[in-house]
């Protein structure tokens, strides 16, 4: 049987921790945790450390010396107790505005979904949202918590232009 988490070379500057592929608060708790233990150990060179929902991606500037002595290095902090279930959290309240000058997808959405608009936004505004990570582009939030009735398919032709501050729901 496959165990996880699995660690891989990625290029000539990055080693990929795959943990079991699943999107759940359990495992982001568990990537937070060795995210910041790396964020805190003492590599050869300064690293960045990302995350997505079930990897964390440790990324060398200058290039990996050893690879065989990162790996055991990564290993090692790896098999450490994960004593720190809880992790710090922050609740930030956004505004959405739903109006139809805004709204460019709502009437979609509904005939889509078959519901209402003002259903839509009750399904939307409802939830706790949880970041799971930050993506591409600056503010580009990867959340979780969508209710299930607004999940929809991604577009056939994709709106070439997004304006500034648009939610997606995807």
Known sequence: MNEF???S??????????????????????IIFFKNLFEKSNFKQKV????TFHS???????????????????????????????F????FHLPVC????????????SNEKRLNIDRIIALHTNPVYTVYFIGFLPGFLYLGGLDPNLQISRK??????????AVGIG
């Open 5 to 7: 988490p699995k660690i």
């Open 9 to 30: 070379r990625l290029g000539e500057r990055g080693i990929l921790i795959n943990f079991r592929p699943e999107i759940s608060e359990d495992l982001l708790g568990k």
């Open 48 to 51: 960045e450390i990302n995350n």
């Open 56 to 86: 964390l991606l440790i990324y060398y500037p200058l290039g990996i010396d050893d690879i065989y002595n990162e790996i055991l290095t990564i290993k090692l902090i790896l098999g450490q107790p994960n004593i720190e279930e809880n």
């Open 88 to 91: 710090n959290s922050t609740l």
């Open 98 to 109: 739903y109006e139809k000058e805004f709204g460019l997808d709502l009437e979609l959405i």
């Open 156 to 165: 056939n032709t994709p709106r070439m232009e997004v304006p500034k501050g």
